[in-house]
Each structure stands twice: as structure tokens, then as C-alpha cells.
């Protein structure tokens, strides 16, 4: 669906649209229009006024889109006659939008030539019986009105121009004339009014409404037309622009593609925006990419074909320390991409893992020389982002998954970004993904935000996303939510996808979900409001992290001829379609922000001793870490860290060699099982019962068989802090050096997940608290106290500090209004002044332990401290 995008850039200025009078209310639905049942109609207009040219003479070519007829007109007298009936009503519906929408309102375009700026026309449409359905004059800064066709309600068929159609939007709004509007100038808000046709009314109203909601700024094609109402509406000139992808989509393998080609794309599209009176700076946001992907094997065979790709291909793993005979080969000239059926032994296992690192790491590449040439073009520091679907943040899926042409082959898989990757090769200015999940999930984004937070700080980007309107609104404040959690985290930039409206864009737009809009101006209120201490502000460094798995995606479904069971792409179900170690990433993430405890991510490249110095915890899930890292860990646990793993985690190197140094050091070893693909956790069977003091819970998924015997005792040095019901030991302690390592021989985070007790808001609640407090126990060891403390669980506190104070986000992932939270902060200065973004009332005094805070909580809000 979210591949129709690239047709949203075509329509950029505006495509003509039919609409009707009468009009449904905002969101009401319709059957499927169909052409035996579309009424006759006949359409005519006329021109009234063009610019300052006179009539006298003048000749008038008029056109309605995918009708067999031509129409003239002479001076401003009326054009011919256009019937519509039968087979123009079949070519219509099989054009674009209708084909995509399949329903109510149908789409036309009317134009006329010549036409100037303004153009004044005026149409007239009747039925089969004569009866006129639709009068109105119109003035265009182009040639071309839009009309929309669709049933009246009493059993006929009405018809209006677009912008007619659009008021049923705006009532839903209900922006109220005059009413100040909220101001950002810093934080990046985008959304987009999409134009069906030239009519000044239809976009003077379409932007004015934006507007009114708050938005910083408004995506517009380069039109200088469209840039004067802009700024007419708007106040100002700040637009965005999206392409589906930089030439070569993501490689530059093609020998087409060179550093002039790539510098004359983006030089072609920053004067496209000079000429139409737009500077630079007014450029604020860029999506360069949309959802990249490849496919395996048809990627092997590009860089085969194409010289210059086989050899960066053979170059890139010399710079990995390689040589041929490392890879099974005598010479260079023997080496190839190898896909997963080939990587049996240990040279070909080294062949095939860095083949597809090559892809994700030859694609950052070519991103980031695109990045360049859009700064040179621009400005410097444009931000500019590319839109990842990994959600789990794959970067390769084994398997025919999604489009793969090559269903049936054992090397088929799909390759992506590696997030941390593409950021040090600063593949983007701006890290970015999108939700697509109803506001049931809004907490999801805590989690995306971790991820993209952590990639960014180390390369000194930053983040934002897209926050999806048409998946929201099924609880009152998630959208709120949604937004309030990216920039809380330290985002700076969301765009809307997409308000539209739907006629224009089907499948991708929240117009039918008008009323929305009153919460996006409530969240850009708050934001405002917050703006100085938001834009400043950085998150503290958390120091606790989890690692985020890399060499383990290579090795899922070896054992398979050809794999299944994993889905990454646009998977927004992190417990679906994945592997055990990934979906404990997201369960024990889950579980440590529930309570409230800040945590980073980082990547295997970071496990090094300047890589690990700033963290205290690291919670590791993978079962494949490089050997080096593995080492690293060792030594870092034993100068003081703190190493959580889980079952089946750093058991193997990044060939998928056996490795266990930790294991051995610690004598925290499992007997070695497989790796589960985890179709569902949901409907995981029990796995045993876990003692939690007097309590008893199920845990879920494999459960580890500590080495060196199957007895129920743990091993010699080790201390047992959970048995299982059977008195096997589940997590387990042993000191090493100045650190420890505490090892859960089961899938805790998985097992948190399960013990949800119902929904409350349409929020998952009632989770184990026993469990949480061990999951998060390694933390509280280390002595390691959060900035922020909330007396409930289930809320996120989010903490940026800046010159200016500090903005604590509170985000209510309860399901219910909180009548008095409690926050104790521990901040690097003494507050001068805190009020909340809301104005909600706020009590505050001064213990030992720090600033001690009560205010009242509905769903979201911001707490702002001054220094």
C-alpha cells in the first residue's frame, strides 16, 4: 500500500478532481462505484477572465480527462457538450486514483488551453434528464478544475469542485475563524495538503486549514503559484519534498550513476525550487527514500554483471583483513557474491556473511554521497532522511519474503539498511521510521526511538519519523502520544503521512479522519509551548543498554533448504514473523520502560574498551557476537561491567562458529539448542513455572539446560536468585574480576510480554511486577538510578537538558488518568521555576533524594524546569 508514494510525487501541483453537493460527512463510506450504475452527465465550461488578455478572438481547447471527446470554445462563450456515460465511465474508473480509491468520489480532470494566471472559468453539469447538478465558476492559477462525482444520499448523484468537497474536512477540523494558532519555528512539523487540480480556492483553504492546525511547516510542489499562497496562508515559505529514491534507487552500481549524475539530480531539484521564488533555507525537510529493499538473488547477479560493483565488492573485503583463501578462493578473481544455500563451511560462511554486509554497507554508501549532493545543493545540514519498514531493524531476511520474483529459490532473502551502519556512513542527516500501528501501540515508539536516538548520537545526527494519522484515533490522546514520545526522546522533526485528501492519494491519507486534526493542534500547543527547552534539550546518556543483534539475522533458518517464518518489512508486530533473540529485544526493552529506566542500544561494532566505557549494564540477547566482541565483553565485565544475557545469547561468533568466552570465564553456560522462530509469542506454549517468592508464573519459549550436567544445581561459583518449580536454576549471578554476569536460562522478556493481564485504553496493563523488578534488578546492582522516578509503573519520563533547564516528557502508559503522579528528579541544577506545558497544576518540595514533584496525568503532558 505504502508503495504508492512515488504516484503522490507525480501528482505534485494537482490533478483535477470531480466532487459533489450535497456532501457526506467526513469519514462516511460508500459502495463501490460502478460504471453501468454512474448516471449520465454532461459537462461544459466557459472563460471568463485570462489574466489581462482579451477574449476577442480567442480559442479555447477544452479537455476532461480519459473522455473520447474534444470540446472548444470561442471568447467567453460555452464549450461543446462532454457526455459521460458508459464506456468513458469504465476508462475512468480503471485510471489513477480511481483504480487505487474504488470508491466514492469519483475523479475527473476538465482543462482548458491556453490558460494564464488567473484563469476564470465556469462549469456547468447536468444529468441525463437535464436537470443541472452542478454551477460554479471558478479561478485557476493553471488549466485545469477539479470535479467529483458521488451519491447525493437520495438516490441520485451530485457533483462538486474540489474545493467544495473539501468543507465537509474543514467542519470536521473546526478551526474557529481568528483563533491564534500554535507557533513553531524550531521543531520540525510537516504535513501536506495534496492538490487535485489549480484552483485558488481549493489550495488557499487546503493550506489555511494546515496552518491553523499548527504545523511548522506545509509540503508543497515547486510552484510558484502554490509558493505565493503558501506564504498568503502560512505566514512564511518553509516547505519539505519527498523522492521515492536517489538515482540508482539504492546502489550506485549502474555505471549510469556517477558523481555528476547524482550532483545534476540534486541541482535539478534545488532550482526547480529556486525558480518557483522558494531560497534554500526554506527547504526543511527532505525524504530521499522510501522503504529501501533489495532482493537476494537478484542482487548477486548485478555486481556479477557490472565491473566496477565486483570490484568494490572484492575491495570491500579486503578491507575486512580478508583474503582469498580465507574465502575458499585462489585468487580475486575467484571471488563472488555467495547467498545463504553456498555457506556450509567455514570459508564460504565468511564469503556469504560479509557478501551481505556488503550490500547494506555499498547502499549507506551511496546514500550518503546522495546526502552530499542534496547539502551542496541546498545548504549545509540539510536535514534529510530515508524511511526504514525494518522495524525490528533487520538488515537482512532470509527467506522469499514480500516481492521477491525468485520464490523458489534457496538464496532468496531481502537485504536493508543496517540503521547504526547507515548513520556512521551519514546515509541521512535526519534517522527516520514510521509507526502504521493503531494508538493501542503508541509505547512502540519509545522503542524506535531508542534505537534511532542511539545510531544518531554516535554520528552527531539526528532523528525523527513518520506518525501515521490513518492507523490512529482509536484512543483518545494516543496520536498525542505518538508525537509527544518522539520529540520527548530528543526527536526533531515528524511529518504527517499524509493529511491528502484521500481522493487524490487513496490508501495513504487521514482526511476521512478529519477531526484529528483538534488533537494534532492540541500536541503542537504543548510543543510549542515546550519549543525552546524541547530543541535545546539532549538526552543524558543512558547507562544501561541493550545490545542490538547484527551478525545472529545472517544465521536464522540455516538449517532451512529455503527460509520461513521471518518478516521484517513493515512488520509493526515485534512478538510476529521473528526469531527469539530479536523479540527479547523488544520484551525486556518493553519491561525496562515500564520501569521507567532510560536504556540505549548499541551495535556489535561498539563492543570494543572505548566502545563499552560509557555503559555500566548491557543486556545481550544474540546468540552470534563477533569472537573480538565477545573478548571485549569479558574484559569490560571484568573491569567492573555488568552482562545480563538470556538463553542461547553469546554462544557463537559472527561465522556462527561455537564461542562461549564469557560463558566459560563466568561458568554461566547453557548446553547449546537451536534458535526459535517465534511465529507467534502469543501462542508460545508454557515452557514451565517460574517461582517469583510466593508467586508462580509461566514462562514461555525454550528454556536453557545449564552445563556441565542436567542437574537442577547451578554451578559451583554461581548464586541462584529464581529457580523453576522443578528446581532448575532460571537466573543465575556469578562475580568476575570487578563485574558480574547475570544469565536468565529462559526468554524473560518474552515471558513479560505474556503476563499482560487484559487492556485498559485499549493499552496492554497488569504485567508481571515480580518479573519486571528482576528484569530490571541488574540495574538497580549496579547501582545505577534513573534521573526520574515515577511512583507508578507503566509511565515513561523521558529527560532532556539543555542551557535553558530541562523538559521531562510524561507519558501515561496506564490506560487511565492518574489523579496525582509522583517525580522525584535528580537534576545537575536547582529549578528557578516548572509549570507544565498543559498548565496542569504542579506541586513540588526539596528532600535528600532530590526534587520531589506532584501534578495530576492524563495521557501526556511536559514538565518544564527552568535554570
Known amino acids: ?108 480532470a476538465l482543462s482548458v488551453q491556453p490558460a494564464a494566471k488567473p484563469t476564470e472559468i465556469e462549469v456547468e453539469v447536468k444529468d441525463g434528464k437535464g436537470q443541472v447538478r452542478l454551477s460554479q465558476k471558478a479561478r485557476l492559477f493553471g488549466s485545469r478544475l477539479g470535479l467529483l462525482v458521488f451519491p447525493d444520499g437520495s438516490g441520485n448523484y451530485a457533483v462538486a469542485t474540489q474545493a467544495q468537497y473539501n468543507q465537509r474536512y474543514w467542519q470536521a477540523f473546526g478551526a474557529k475563524k481568528g483563533e491564534e494558532m500554535p507557533r513553531l519555528s524550531r521543531l520540525i512539523i510537516v504535513d501536506r495538503y495534496i492538490g487535485g487540480d489549480d484552483d485558488y480556492q481549493a489550495w488557499e483553504e487546503g493550506i489555511g486549514q494546515l496552518a491553523q492546525a499548527g504545523f511548522s511547516a506545509i509540503m508543497v510542489p515547486p510552484s510558484e503559484s502554490i509558493r505565493e499562497i503558501l506564504e498568503r496562508q502560512q505566514g512564511n515559505r518553509r516547505t519539505s519534498w519527498a523522492v521515492y529514491n536517489p538515482p540508482g534507487y539504492a546502489f550506485a552500481f549502474d555505471p549510469k550513476i556517477t558523481p555528476a549524475s547524482i550532483a545534476q539530480w540534486a541541482n535539478d531539484l534545488a532550482a526547480s525550487y529556486r525558480k518557483a521564488g522558494f531560497a534554500p533555507e526554506d527547504m526543511v525537510l527532505l525524504a530521499m527514500s522510501d522503504e529501501p529493499g533489495w532482493y537476494y538473488p537478484r542482487m548477486f547477479q548485478v555486481v556479477r554483471e557490472q565491473p566496477a560493483a565486483l570490484a568494490s565488492f572484492r575491495q570491500y573485503l579486503r578491507q575486512q583483513g580478508l583474503q582469498p583463501q ?55 545540514g540539510l536535514p534529510v532522511f530515508t524511511n526504514w519498514n525494518f522495524f525490528a531493524g533487520r538488515f537482512y531476511v532470509p527467506g522469499p519474503v514480500a516481492n521477491n520474483p525468485d520464490k523458489q529459490h534457496p538464496d532468496a532473502a531481502m537485504g536493508g539498511h543496517d540503521w547504526f551502519e547507515f548513520a556512521r556512513l551519514r546515509g541521512g542527516t535526519v534517522l527516520w521510521t514510521e509507526d502504521w500501528f493503531s494508538d493501542a501501540q503508541a509505547y512502540q515508539w519509545s522503542f524506535y526511538c531508542a534505537k534511532l536516538s542511539s545510531a544518531a548520537r554516535g554520528a552527531g545526527l539526528a532523528f525523527g519519523g513518520y506518525v501515521i494519522p490513518r492507523t490512529a484515533g482509536d484512543r483518545q490522546g494516543g496520536i498525542l ?259 558480574r554476569h547475570f544469565h536468565f536460562a529462559f526468554l524473560p522478556g518474552i515471558s513479560y510480554w505474556r503476563s499482560a493481564q487484559g487492556t485498559q485504553d485499549r493499552l496492554p496493563v497488569g504485567f508481571s511486577e515480580p518479573l519486571r523488578q528482576w528484569i530490571a534488578y541488574p540495574i538497580r546492582q549496579a547501582g545505577l538510578t534513573p534521573p526520574v522516578r515515577a511512583n507508578r509503573p507503566l509511565v515513561e519520563t523521558p529527560l532532556l537538558l539543555s542551557d535553558k533547564g530541562a523538559a521531562v516528557t510524561l507519558l501515561n502508559w496506564t490506560g487511565a488518568p492518574i489523579a496525582e503522579l509522583e517525580l522525584t528528579l535528580a537534576l545537575p541544577f536547582r529549578p528557578q521555576r516548572l509549570w507544565t506545558a498543559s498548565g496542569a497544576p504542579v506541586q513540588q518540595h526539596h528532600t535528600p533524594a532530590g526534587l520531589v514533584v506532584r501534578l495530576p496525568l492524563a495521557q501526556a503532558d511536559i514538565l518544564l524546569l527552568e535554570r
Not at 29 to 44: F, G, N, S, T
Not at 332 to 341: A, C, H, I, T
Open 1 to 108: 500500500m505504502r508503495r504508492r508514494r512515488a504516484i503522490l510525487l507525480v501528482l505534485g501541483g494537482g490533478l483535477l478532481v470531480l466532487g459533489l453537493v450535497p456532501m457526506p460527512a467526513a469519514g462516511q463510506r460508500a459502495a463501490r462505484p460502478d460504471a453501468k450504475q454512474l448516471p449520465v452527465l454532461q459537462v461544459r465550461g466557459r472563460v471568463l477572465r485570462l489574466a489581462d488578455q482579451p477574449l476577442q478572438k480567442k480559442k479555447f481547447q477544452w479537455v476532461l480527462s480519459h473522455a473520447s471527446q474534444r470540446g472548444q470554445s470561442v471568447e467567453d462563450q460555452w464549450s461543446d457538450w462532454f457526455a459521460l456515460q458508459g464506456k468513458d465511465w469504465e476508462a475512468i474508473l480503471k485510471a489513477y486514483p480511481n483504480n487505487y480509491l474504488r470508491n466514492y468520489p469519483v475523479v475527473l
Open 326 to 380: 580465507d574465502v575458499g578462493a585462489r585468487s580475486w578473481e575467484e571471488v563472488f557474491p555467495l547467498g545463504r544455500s553456498g555457506a556450509k563451511e567455514l570459508p564460504a560462511r565468511r564469503l556469504h556473511y560479509w557478501t551481505v554486509r556488503f550490500y547494506a554497507w555499498a547502499s549507506a554508501k551511496h546514500f550518503g554521497d546522495c546526502v552530499q549532493a542534496l547539502e551542496k545543493a541546498f545548504y549545509p
Open 481 to 739: 502520544q505518538k508525537v509527544l514520545c518522539i520529540f520527548g526522546h530528543g526527536g526533531q522533526a515528524v511529518k504527517y503521512f499524509v493529511f491528502g485528501p484521500e481522493y487524490n492519494f487513496p490508501g495513504n491519507c487521514y482526511s476521512e479522519k478529519a477531526h484529528l486534526l483538534r488533537e494534532l493542534r492540541q500536541a503542537h500547543a504543548l510543543l510549542a509551548r515546550a519549543e525552546p527547552f524541547l530543541h535545546a534539550g539532549r538526552k543524558p546518556a543512558p547507562q544501561a543498554a541493550i545490545l542490538m543483534p547484527r551478525s545472529a539475522q545472517v544465521w536464522d533458518c540455516r538449517e532451512m533448504e529455503i527460509a520461513r517464518g521471518i518478516s521484517d518489512a513493515t512488520n509493526t508486530q515485534l512478538n510476529r514473523a521473528t526469531v527469539d533473540y530479536l523479540a527479547e529485544v523488544f520484551d525486556l526493552y518493553l519491561a525496562l520502560q515500564h520501569a521507567n529506566i532510560p536504556v540505549a542500544f548499541v551495535e556489535e561494532d561498539e563492543l570494543t574498551a572505548a566502545g563499552l566505557k560509557p555503559y555500566r549494564v548491557l543486556y545481550v540477547t544474540a546468540p552470534n557476537v563477533p569472537r573480538e566482541g565477545q573478548a571485549a565483553l569479558l574484559e569490560w565485565v571484568r573491569s567492573g561491567g555488568t552482562l545480563v544475557t538470556i538463553s542461547n545469547a553469546l554462544t557463537a561468533d559472527r561465522y556462527d562458529e561455537p564461542c562461549q568466552l564469557v560463558a566459560e570465564a563466568t561458568g554461566l553456560r547453557e548446553e547449546p539448542r537451536q534458535r526459535l522462530l517465534v511465529a507467534n509469542a502469543a501462542t508460545l506454549p508454557q515452557a514451565g513455572t517460574l517461582l517469583l517468592g510466593e508467586a508462580k508464573l509461566p514462562v514461555y519459549g525454550p528454556r536453557g539446560a545449564m552445563s556441565p550436567s542436567a542437574a537442577s544445581t547451578a554451578p559451583p561459583a554461581a548464586k541462584v536468585h529464581l529457580r523453576f518449580s522443578d528446581d532448575k536454576p532460571a537466573l543465575l549471578e556469578a562475580a568476575l574480576g570487578q563485574g
